[in-house]
């Protein structure tokens, strides 16, 4: 294989580690012995385990970030049609990575570098979401503060989703109308 096929290929026996187990299995040996390469193979694209996690949480956060973008990009310029672009995109992300997401930022939080990165991410997210309402929203608004109430919000009812408590549309319409009730006042 080409060092970048190989690469993914090692990526993708990651996330499914990841999905059957948890953050906690995932070790390079293990991940070598699933992908049925030798250990160097794996130091060779990961020298370490948090090398490894900070890969899979970029991935995760590119791939939410693409999304987000291509969900504003194809909403009505309106309030009610950027949050629900926001809502929406934010629980099929939890929902297409679930456990796995949560497993990942469990171990993310585990050392300095790991969680700078995942603040880094969680920023970027907060200014992308800020800049698609800021034009439908009232004067002063969104805050940032109230930015992060809705992220947080929305990631409550995302979860809830995930976990089946809720169904997927309730918890977009939930997100949706508390973006609106919020930037609204």
């Not at 250990?39 to 956060?61: C, I, T």
């Not at 590119?62 to 504003?72: I, M, P, S, V, Y």
């Not at 929406?88 to 469990?106: F, R, T, Y």
């Given at each position: 294989?080409?060092r970048e096929?190989?690469?993914?290929?090692?990526?993708?026996?990651?996330?499914?580690?990841?999905?059957?187990?948890?953050?906690?299995l995932?070790?390079?040996?293990?991940?070598?012995e699933?992908?049925h390469?030798t250990?160097?193979?794996?130091?060779d694209?990961?020298?370490?385990?948090?090398?490894?996690?900070?890969?899979?949480?970029?991935?995760?956060?590119?791939?939410q970030?693409?999304?987000?973008?291509?969900?504003?990009r194809?909403a009505p310029?309106?309030?009610?049609?950027q949050?629900?672009?926001?809502?929406?995109?934010h629980?099929?992300c939890?929902?297409?990575?679930?456990?796995?997401?949560v497993?990942?930022?469990?171990?993310?939080?585990?050392?300095p570098?790991?969680e700078r990165?995942?603040?880094?991410?969680?920023?970027?997210y907060?200014?992308?979401?800020?800049?698609?309402?800021?034009?439908?929203?009232?004067?002063?608004?969104?805050?940032r503060?109230?930015?992060?109430?809705?992220?947080?919000?929305?990631?409550?009812l995302a979860?809830?989703?995930?976990?089946?408590?809720?169904?997927?549309?309730e918890?977009?319409?939930?997100?949706?109308t508390?973006?609106?009730?919020?930037?609204?006042r």
């Amino acid at each position: 294989m080409r060092r970048e096929e190989r690469r993914e290929q090692l990526l993708t026996v990651a996330w499914s580690i990841v999905r059957e187990g948890g953050a906690d299995l995932l070790t390079l040996g293990r991940l070598a012995e699933r992908a049925h390469v030798t250990k160097p193979v794996v130091y060779d694209h990961f020298p370490s385990r948090p090398a490894l996690l900070m890969v899979l949480y970029k991935e995760f956060d590119d791939q939410q970030t693409e999304k987000l973008e291509h969900a504003l990009r194809a909403a009505p310029r309106t309030l009610q049609g950027q949050a629900r672009a926001i809502a929406s995109s934010h629980v099929d992300c939890v929902l297409a990575h679930g456990n796995e997401l949560v497993s990942i930022l469990g171990a993310v939080e585990g050392t300095p570098e790991l969680e700078r990165l995942k603040l880094g991410s969680e920023a970027a997210y907060a200014d992308l979401c800020q800049a698609a309402l800021r034009p439908y929203a009232s004067k002063d608004q969104p805050s940032r503060a109230s930015i992060i109430a809705i992220i947080g919000a929305a990631e409550a009812l995302a979860q809830a989703a995930a976990r089946q408590e809720i169904p997927r549309d309730e918890a977009i319409a939930e997100i949706t109308t508390n973006i609106v009730l919020n930037l609204s006042r």
